[in-house]
T-cell receptor, first 111, second 113 residues
Framework: EDQVTQSPEALRLQEGESSSLNCSYT??????LFWYRQDPGKGPEFLFT???AGEEKEKERLKATLTKKESFLHITAPKPEDSATYLC????????????FGKGNQVVVIP | EAGVTQFPSHSVIEKGQTVTLRCDPI?????LYWYRRVMGKEIKFLLH????????ESGMPNNRFLAERTGGTYSTLKVQPAELEDSGVYFC???????????FGDGTRLSIL
């Protein structure tokens, strides 16, 4: 069974204090790894897809990287509006199109 | 472009009653998915439609849950009869014919009393 573990569970950052979120995964044949952002009371909002080790994607202050065992979401000089729960999900070759999610990283950025 | 729409946003019912959740996917998205998040746990897959056909229903917890997608447009998820452990947030997602990425609605928060 696919397993996704995210750490840390919760993170408080000062505005401008860069940090990284970790997503470790176990899957038999990775077809894709996805990062989503979720705000309270809302659904997951798609951020990035990574397909192979060494791949990187960037969007504003966020940068996602992928190795064969884990992915990192780097938040550079965060702002209060970056406060959210960040979800990691994997898609396996054998699993049709179902995503397997981690529990998320809850990030609070303090002004 | 309108996103994935779910209705109702909240539902509170008593154990033993029936509830029907609705999902309208993004226009042109053949793939439609249902997921659920129970308190303290991760979001978990329930089932996947391609157009009107059930492609994968391996995540459906039991036969009290019935999902339909008549005509390949909107989908409904019926829980009958509801049990206490069915409480949670039910998310719907859709994706284009190529498969990914999946775009999610804001969910239906279901509480069983």
């Amino acid at each position: 069974e696919d397993q996704v573990t995210q750490s840390p569970e919760a993170l408080r950052l000062q505005e401008g204090e860069s940090s990284s979120l970790n997503c470790s995964y176990t899957v038999s044949g990775l077809r894709g790894l996805f990062w989503y952002r979720q705000d309270p009371g809302k659904g997951p909002e798609f951020l990035f897809t990574l397909y192979s080790a060494g791949e990187e994607k960037e969007k504003e202050r966020l940068k996602a990287t992928l190795t064969k065992k884990e992915s990192f979401l780097h938040i550079t000089a965060p702002k209060p509006e970056d406060s959210a729960t960040y979800l990691c999900a994997v898609l396996a070759y054998y699993g049709n199109n179902r995503l397997a999610f981690g529990k998320g990283n809850q990030v609070v950025v303090i002004p | 472009e309108a996103g994935v729409t779910q209705f109702p946003s909240h539902s509170v019912i008593e154990k033993g009653q029936t509830v029907t959740l609705r999902c309208d996917p993004i226009s042109g998205h053949d793939n439609l998915y249902w997921y659920r998040r129970v308190m303290g746990k991760e979001i978990k897959f329930l089932l996947h439609f391609v157009k009107e056909s059930k492609q994968d229903e391996s995540g459906m917890p039991n036969n009290r849950f019935l999902a339909e997608r008549t005509g390949g447009t909107y989908s409904t998820l019926k829980v009958q009869p509801a049990e206490l452990e069915d409480s949670g947030v039910y998310f719907c997602a859709s994706s284009p014919p190529g498969g990914q990425p999946q775009h999610f609605g804001d969910g239906t928060r279901l509480s069983i009393l």
